[in-house]
């Protein structure tokens, strides 16, 4: 993917493309004519001509990434195309991109990440003359990382395999902008930042992901943040794939997050980069004091693990104001310390640094935005010695505020701001309609597509709802279950995915069917998710269990995977802080926060599992659902009408029936 040269041929027209017997018909893959690619290229191509926006379900086996990226293309205009996960921002430029390569000639595409993939060169010199390096790991490490540096074109951390992903030392040399010197920064001709900005700008489709795409939008709305905070060049067309992520991920992004971390970071930070170099400022005291105060901040917050509502910021002041103040003195005088320090280029940065982190501190805690839930998230557990003298300082704390609605944001920031926006994926509608959707993003304008999988879901999928089951919500439910679960894995071999709604579910129902199984089990959290997939993928006869993390972005195809069995309907947890403040706000406005909310929301989220299944047109298997509600309460047809046509049965011998006969 050269980018000296343009593509300056014509593009063929969708139809020369998709047609029978078209470009892709004589290509050397074996694909076969879908309608439904021609349909949604078209859609997509009408909707970039008259600049509207779109909205397209594409059941899987479409081949939508084809049939939005050729539209695209023939634009001749910058596209950006942003995807929900990793696996398929790889999957559009390692795979697809390269693929369409070998039928139209070059392309200009641009593949970007966040800012903290890549490395910040001018970190590597400043750590190089000053070095703080921490143990034996971390000296072999840097070395590592200086050879890289010397030949890496893109400074793209997944270029070091080696590296763990939890690398300390990456944490201390990652270009992330509150810690970039901009233009002011000696080594900014040569950064991999401003080299992927200058690439971006002469691409025709730049690949990010939602997560750089809102936090690049988020960044570039801070008055303070610095001039080239952004990195992304403007479009005037954006594609949105795997768009049913976007409500929570711009809900991160348009929301504010505060950790004990940070204060850290900052500390530390200061400390290396002002070492020699900070005149009258006393920087061993001020950011010792910054810990100690923070630390006290955090330890006087309410306790509990997990996410939690933080109400009552008021009590939280009236008791503990003391120690609120005592930080964003520390911070101010940080600020006014550092403006001093007019020699030191590294000063100005870190000067805006402290105060974002000191005006987060203080939104966090003061503001009454009243479209704002606040709340607390704790992660890790907290060290022996923490908790002898009840302290949670080495879990990481989180302060945050999240949006309780992000419709009006998302519509004044993308939809009416970007003249085209397309958004796509395998699951947008709920009961064949897109309301929900639109509703939670604010997407009023818009025409809409939905384009029937490719695949022969009657013939390749049974859905068995087994009859006996209690309600999930009994105390004689895991036992049940794991009868079911065994005797459906006994048919299907192993084979099968497990996946549950909470984690707690999951380890019970592990624990009892390890004994008694015969076949491999993997269990979710004891080895990254790339590597189970992996062992999955190479273990004959494997069943994963998994929690939220697998439901989705997981492709598993062929044999291997021939049974999902999903515990229960995936009900958002109604005491997670942002989702009782949905449900409140929607009840406050005459609506009904279970069947508005709750009900398409889960939907959405058992599509998804569901769709775990079928990956290809040669796949089949058998999708179980352990939960009777879908059969016994009135909303459970809301689920039925809104899954792919599955052939369903109550009786397990339908399922030893499909297994024992011949594929069709
Ligand atoms: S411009 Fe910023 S990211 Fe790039 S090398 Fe300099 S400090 Fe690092």
Known sequence: MPFAEAPSRALPTLHEFFAPGGILARSPLPYEYRPGQ???????????SERRHLIVEAGTGTGKTLAYLLPALRTGQRVIVSTGTKALQDQLFFRDIPFLETLLGDLRVCYMKGRANYLCRHKLVTLQNQPILSGLEEINEYREIAEWEKQTETGDRAELATLPESSALWQKLDARSEACLGTTCPDYRRCFITEMRRRALESDIIIVNHHLFFADAAVRQMAAAAPDAGILPEAGLVIFDEAHELEGVASNYFGLSLSNLRFEELARDTETLLRGKSGSMNVAALTQQLRDRARMLFAALPAGDGRQPFNDREGFLETSGDLYLGVRATLRQMEADLDSLTEAE????????????????????ESNASNMVYWLERRGAPAASDRRQGRGA?????????????????RERVFEQIPTVVLTSATLTVQGGFEHLRRRLGLSEARELVVPSHYRYGQQALLYLPPEMPDPRDGDFPEAAARCIRRVLEITQGRAFCLFTSYAQMRDLYERLLPVLDYPILLHGTAPRKALLEEFRNTPNAVLFGT?????????QGEALSCVIIDRLPFAVPSDPVVQARMKAIEENGGKPFFDYQVPEAVLTLKQGFGRLIRSLEDRGVLVLLDRRIRTQRYG????QSLPPYRTTNTITDVEEFFNSPKP
């Open 346 to 365: 590294e000063a100005f940065a870190l000067k805006g640094r402290t105060m974002r982190l000191r005006s987060d501190l203080e939104f966090l805690l």
């Open 394 to 410: 080495s879990r990481t704390t989180f302060i945050q505020a999240t949006p309780i609605d992000v419709s009006e944001l998302l």
């Open 637 to 640: 047809q809301t689920f039925l």
């Open 38 to 48: 021609l349909e949604m290229a078209k859609a997509v191509e009408r909707a970039f």
């Open 548 to 556: 939220s993390s697998f439901w989705q972005g997981v492709d598993v």
